[in-house]
């Protein structure tokens, strides 16, 4: 038997079949249809946000991001991320400037940002790692000095809560990632999440191709439409969202439970007052890369394949190696959480016989590393 990193959430497949039958019927099967137009305002009361614009998947979503603000020059972000975090800044023709992360939560560290700051800077965008939350007030606090827009990759906080405020209302936007293997899915599909109505109206252009009607374009747009088998998918997976966290919350717990106190790794970052979605098990092995190397084997010897997220560092990507206009030099927090991280298999239904088996099997593998 082999168990994967994640495996993806889905619906009883007679009510995904009732939500998808009046598609037949309309036969509109998308651009803004009933069934998007329906998860948009779902998603705009679970978010707590005025404006949800919806997005065939996250990365188009941040790209299109970075397009209606009209960013130019440096954007400030964080190393310790996906691919599309950095390649949509690259995209999109900006320079990343990349900040280290704090050891407390592998967050963008606010106290390293504002000595990166020079007049060529347009934004900042850090990434919410785990379902931890960014330190939303220093980033705010720093960018209001600067005049900088903040924005968020969010793609790991869906649902997440600080002190009951939902990670979707910080910064200027947020992006969210609906893609199959996070905590909340619409096959493919994405977010960007604002309390600006203007930037979204500008978002809508950037999905379509910049029509506003059937006789005008008024910008070049690209085409990144969120369709409605997707928001079908979207609304049968939103019934059960709750369900989901609790039985990630179930997972999360018992590994906890049974690695707490074991030497030279340390368990995933909680934050005060969060609400997480629990949506990843991150460990960090004080070895660094020989010992999480050896647990990540002993693992694949019993058919369980965690995963090395986030390493290599996007700095030390084979397209972003040795860039001049890059400055890399002074991430020594963040080399070192990437040299020692792996996140366990984490999704409802993983077995608790099978969460047993994983830990006994890093103990084991720490202990003789
Ligand atoms: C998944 C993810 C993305 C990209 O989202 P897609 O929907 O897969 O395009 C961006 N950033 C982070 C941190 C992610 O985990």
Redesign the pocket.
């Known amino acids: 038997m082999r168990i994967n990193v994640t495996r993806s959430s889905m619906p009883d497949f007679e009510e995904f079949c009732r939500e998808i039958r009046p598609l037949w019927d309309s036969h509109w099967l998308t651009n803004n249809g009933d069934k998007l137009l329906e998860l948009q305002r779902l998603l705009q009361a679970y978010l707590d946000v005025p404006e949800v614009s919806l997005f065939t998947?996250?990365?188009?979503a941040?790209e299109a991001l970075l397009e209606a603000l009209a960013l130019r020059g440096e954007v400030i972000t964080t190393p310790f991320?996906?691919a599309?975090?950095t390649h949509a800044i690259v995209r999109r023709g900006l320079t990343p400037v990349f900040c280290d992360i704090r050891e407390s939560d592998y967050t963008l560290d606010p106290e390293r940002l504002e000595e990166l700051v020079t007049e060529k800077t347009c934004a900042i965008l850090p990434?919410h790692v785990y379902g931890c939350l960014c330190d939303t007030d220093a980033i705010q606090a720093v960018a209001d000095r600067h005049g900088l827009k903040v924005i968020y990759?969010a793609?790991?906080a869906f649902g997440v809560r600080r002190g009951g405020v939902s990670a979707a209302r910080f910064g200027l936007a947020s992006?969210f990632?609906?893609?199959a293997?996070?905590v909340y899915h619409t096959i493919?599909?994405?977010a960007v999440a604002t309390q600006s109505a203007e930037l979204a109206q500008r978002l809508a252009l950037a999905r379509n191709f910049g029509i506003t009607g059937p006789d005008d374009v008024v910008s070049v747009g690209g085409n990144a439409k969120m369709n409605e088998f997707q928001a079908a998918m979207g609304l049968c997976n939103l019934r059960h969202l709750e369900d989901e966290i609790a039985a990630r919350r179930h997972v999360h717990q018992r590994y906890t439970d049974r690695l707490d106190g074991v030497r030279g790794l340390r368990l995933p970052p909680s934050q005060p007052g969060v609400d997480s979605n629990f949506a990843y098990f991150p460990l960090v092995f004080a070895g660094g890369r020989a010992v999480r190397d050896a647990v990540c084997e002993a693992l694949a010897r019993e058919g369980i394949y965690a995963r090395k997220y986030f390493y290599p560092l996007v700095t030390d990507f084979a397209c972003y190696r040795g860039r001049p206009d890059f400055d890399t030099s002074r991430l020594p927090v963040a080399r070192r959480v990437s040299d020692g991280v792996v996140t366990l298999p984490l999704y409802p239904g993983l077995a608790d016989a099978d969460v047993d088996l994983i830990c006994r099997i890093v103990r084991e593998a720490v202990a003789h590393a």
Do not use: I, P, W
């Not at 998947?57 to 188009?60: D, F, K, M, R, T």
């Open positions: 998947n996250g990365h188009l941040l991320t996906f599309s975090t990434v990759d793609a790991h992006m990632s609906f893609h293997t996070k493919e599909g994405g």
